[in-house]
């Protein structure tokens, strides 16, 4: 085996290991340690191979998931074809899976303290995680962070205010496509079987304090929403019932952080069902293939499901990602990838029961089965992605979104 190979199976090994991190920042342990051949990694000899291998994987409720071996697709020995040599050297990339705080400027921490709207704020993505203040009162926090509308912005732990995220291009595109296409899956559907974008509605986590987090986006079934009764366990002071699904983008923002907003918040008992993460990585040197002009930019989609997290483990309290698709254009080391250069290569899919979990049921759920991609889906001229009912999204398009985003410098 090469040199190069060696270091791409490296990689894959490595990509796995946050997933079994404990809470908290505790050791990392590598869940490819011992090697498995169950890891179920596809092969690339070929774009229907990797595209079948992948596919096979996607099913959301599928008994195949393994909490102990999470799926991960295409992270394994890259075979390269046509491309340049100049992006098929292994290189540190610097991600921001282990981003430090640091200590915001006293320029940054005036603004805080002023009336500034975001915009006004002149920060380098690259220096997020950034802490703006300490031993803030969170009723103050409030005060500032509801003037500039930018609660999902920004995290408070403790006093301490961060600033995690800015509204990049990248960031705000991915959530408005993702909402698109996942809407696009509803357009035949009866008005009662309906699904509602609520985009980054104000979710409260404790009504009494009037503490409340912020998604990039949620949705909601139609079949939750009752005009004369408030729900249960509500997310609001309106009465209305907790979305059954959340998206969130995460390019500064750590996928440590977002795990921890994910158990802490979003998949406690009787909130969300399933959570869509979409990890934009680090494009420092704005490295591209020389020949093609392709942006070389690290994009993965983890999927955490609280129902198939507790059908391995029904004492569960911990959720971790039970799916990571990887559908960028590098590998975690930095060399050049193929496994997503067209349509219908990568696919997220959303069970239809975790869509309409927790709903009034009739004899039968609406029966969702939508295939959504910007190019026709025609089977059985490619492996039909949903294995069950429920929406099918080409990841292609997310991805081509961003790139467009980014520019053409």
Wanted: charged share 25%; net charge negative; hydrophobic share 30%.
């Amino acid at each position: 085996m090469s040199t190069a190979s060696s270091a791409d199976e490296s990689d894959a090994s490595r990509s796995l290991s946050y997933v079994s991190k404990k809470r908290k920042g505790a050791k990392v342990e590598s869940t490819s340690a011992p090697k498995r051949q169950s890891q179920h990694i596809a092969s690339q000899s070929s774009d229907l191979t990797v595209a079948t291998s992948q596919l096979r994987l996607s099913s959301s409720l599928s008994s195949s998931y393994d909490l102990n071996n999470p799926v991960v697709s295409d992270t394994s020995t890259n075979i390269v074809s046509n491309v340049n040599t100049d992006t098929n050297m292994d290189i540190n990339v610097e991600d921001t899976d282990t981003n430090m705080e640091k200590e915001a400027n006293e320029k940054e921490k005036e603004w805080w303290a002023g009336k500034g709207s975001l915009g006004s704020l002149d920060i380098d993505e690259e220096r997020l995680p950034l802490i703006l203040a300490r031993d803030v009162k969170y009723n103050n926090f409030i005060t500032r962070i509801e003037k500039i509308k930018a609660r999902r912005y920004f995290d408070y732990r403790n006093g301490t205010i961060t600033i995690i995220e800015l509204p990049t291009g990248e960031h705000e595109v991915t959530h408005s496509e993702f909402s698109h296409l996942f809407m696009s899956a509803f357009n035949n559907a009866t008005p009662q079987d309906g699904v509602r974008d609520w985009g980054a509605k104000s979710l409260y986590t404790n009504l009494p304090s009037n503490e409340y987090e912020e998604p990039d986006a949620c949705f909601v079934p139609r079949r939750l929403l009752d005009p004369l009764n408030p729900a249960p366990n509500p997310c609001d002071r309106n009465g209305s019932p907790w979305p059954t699904i959340i998206f969130e983008v995460a390019s500064s923002e750590t996928l440590q952080h977002v795990t921890d907003k994910i158990n802490d918040y979003w998949l406690a008992p009787n909130r969300c069902e399933d959570i869509i993460v979409i990890k934009i990585g680090s494009w420092r040197g704005r490295r591209r293939n020389n020949q093609t002009r392709r942006p070389l930019r690290r994009l993965r989609c983890l999927k955490f499901c609280r129902t198939a997290t507790l059908q391995q483990n029904p004492n569960a309290i911990t959720f971790n990602a039970v799916e990571e698709i990887e559908f960028g254009s590098v590998y975690g080391n930095g060399r050049e990838s193929q496994f997503c250069t067209g349509p219908h290569m990568k696919w997220l899919t959303i069970d239809r029961d975790c869509i309409y979990a927790g709903c009034p049921q009739p004899p039968q759920l609406p029966n969702l089965s939508s295939v959504i991609s910007s190019v026709p889906f025609r089977p059985p001229q490619f492996p039909y992605p949903l294995q069950r009912p429920g929406v099918a999204i080409d990841l292609y398009d997310i991805q081509q979104v961003i790139f467009e985003a980014m520019g053409p410098n």
